[in-house]
């Protein structure tokens, strides 16, 4: 079990928290578009962040019809990135940078992501990672759901023992149908459970601030 040959990210929860920038991004794309529609703002998207797109869009413009949703969800996610690429702020989590840095030097590092199509290459852009990362899928390519793009990183990198690190239950649910392990980050070290799954402490309490180590299966696996 301790011999995992991948690791696979999730973004949003985990890697960084964009949240108060894309709400933003967001009520500009509903005021310009759909201005009857309720403007959404951190905590709203925190509950929504790691679910599919199309999901997202009927959760939070129900008032709308299915095309109108996506014409929105279009805006907003053109809104978003351009707020993203133009934000000067530090929205990565403290340490982060430095847990991937050392993991790459072990492991093959992924990204998969139930964003839209364009996202992932802004994080790792804003985010520094582009040396670290070797390949990335998201929803907004394939169309597929988290678990069938974690079976197609696993696929196309011929890993044979991969486990995903992600924030939320829907990760944790998407490893699980992929079939492989799910890591648990539990106050400042990362511990894996073949079979259970924390992520950081979810989204109302901060994700583990400066820790100068990281464990996987109850073992030690970089420090910085």
């Not at 299915?66 to 990135?81: G, R, T, Y």
């Not at 364009?118 to 390519?141: A, H």
């Not at 197609?152 to 492989?180: H, M, Q, S």
């Not at 901060?206 to 910085?224: D, I, K, N, Q």
Request: hydrophobic residues 35%; glycine residues 8%.
């Amino acid at each position: 079990m301790n011999n995992f040959d991948g690791i696979i990210f999730d973004v949003d929860g985990t890697i960084w928290d964009t949240t108060s920038v894309v709400a933003q991004a967001w009520n500009k794309a509903i005021d310009e578009n759909f201005p009857n529609v309720k403007h959404v703002d951190s905590y709203i998207l925190k509950g929504q962040f790691g679910k599919t797109m199309d999901v997202i869009a009927k959760n939070l413009f129900s008032i709308l019809n299915k095309d109108e949703q996506k014409i929105l969800m279009d805006k907003c996610a053109e809104e978003e990135q351009t707020f993203l690429e133009n934000t000067t702020e530090n929205l990565k989590y403290d340490g982060i940078y430095e847990v991937i840095q050392k993991l790459s030097e072990k492991y093959p590092l992924f990204i998969v992501s139930n964003c839209q199509d364009g996202y992932i290459p802004v994080v790792i852009q804003k985010n520094n990672l582009g040396e670290y990362i070797k390949d990335t899928e998201c929803f907004g390519v394939t169309g597929l759901n988290k678990d069938e793009n974690i079976k197609l990183i696993v696929k196309r990198n011929n890993l044979k023992n991969p486990v995903y690190v992600g924030d939320t239950l829907w990760d944790a649910r998407a490893a699980e149908k992929a079939g492989w392990q799910k890591v648990v980050v539990d106050g400042g070290d990362i511990a894996v459970g073949s079979r259970w799954f924390l992520g950081w402490p979810q989204r109302h309490a901060p994700p583990p601030r400066a820790t100068s180590h990281c464990r996987l299966f109850g073992r030690e696996v970089c420090r910085y």
